[in-house]
């Protein structure tokens, strides 16, 4: 088990675990004006769901857990901006005390999507905190920090994809918060989907 210091808490300790994660996000759209977002783990069990509108001026996508119970709140922060800009905040709040991390497209033109993290933290160091880079041949993405790889995310094109589904394969390795990579996962999507 790693310590605390090697331990990457970002929405909460409750999404680490000492093993390695397999996950599967299934991505759907309900209607004209909703996307809903299930996380499974391995055996079938709905871990996470995340749902908002996909017609809406400024986007918004809320995670629950299997209860219902709102864990975070994902923002595209509109901006006079070429790179578009998403803030993360605890529950459904939007308040800075329960402000976590913003991710930012790292260049206004890209081939490939790469997005920046910067965590909301009292001793906040110069530089981003995280790194997501993606890849040109295919639509998977690793999630970064430092040189240490902490997940991977494929895509799985299938007929489904052309008609509003779409999944992602998803590994995150121990005691990496796997909720925030699922945030990540969510708002690489709704980027490429813009």
């Not at 299930?38 to 400024?58: K, P, S």
């Not at 998403?86 to 913003?102: A, T, V, Y």
């Not at 160091?125 to 494929?154: C, P, Q, W, Y």
Request: charged fraction near 20%.
């Amino acid at each position: 088990m790693a310590s605390d210091d090697q331990i990457i808490n970002v929405v909460g300790d409750r999404f680490c675990v000492p093993y390695t994660m397999e996950l599967l996000v299934k991505r759907k759209i309900q209607s004209f004006s909703n996307t809903h977002y299930d996380v499974f783990d391995i055996t079938g069990n709905v871990l996470l769901q995340v749902d908002g509108g996909v017609w809406n001026f400024q986007k918004k996508r809320v995670m629950k857990d299997p209860a219902g119970l709102p864990v975070i709140t994902l923002r595209q922060k509109q901006a006079l901006s070429w790179k578009q800009q998403w803030l993360i905040h605890q529950g459904e709040s939007s308040e800075m005390n329960h402000f976590l991390c913003s991710v930012h497209q790292s260049n206004a033109v890209q081939i490939k999507n790469n997005l920046d993290v910067y965590l909301a933290s009292p001793f906040k160091k110069d530089g981003r905190d995280f790194r997501v880079t993606g890849s040109l041949t295919s639509l998977s993405f690793k999630v970064r920090r430092g040189n240490s790889i902490i997940a991977e995310v494929s895509h799985n094109f299938t007929w489904g994809s052309c008609e509003g589904k779409e999944s992602f394969k998803i590994k995150v390795y121990p005691e990496v918060d796997y909720a925030f990579i699922v945030a990540l996962v969510v708002i690489m999507n709704e980027n490429d989907n813009a």
